[in-house]
């Protein structure tokens, strides 16, 4: 299950978005963005950003883009 941060992290993944964007977006640290995704792309059971939001596409997690 995700966390409510873990998803607006890959919402915002699904928006192009780069680790940097994202991590001034939600104004947190670099690292912690970097902790979410590798937390995402274990959670999910993906290698690549591809794999994550076709996943989450396929979970209902996220609207197709």
Known sequence: MLTKREIEVLEL???????????????VSVPTI???RRNLFQKLRVKS?????????????????
């Open 13 to 27: 993944i699904s928006q192009e978005l780069t680790t940097e964007q994202i991590a001034s977006q939600l104004q």
């Open 34 to 36: 970097e902790t979410h």
């Open 49 to 65: 950003v591809v794999g994550l939001i076709k996943e989450a596409i396929r979970q209902g997690l996220i609207e197709n883009p």
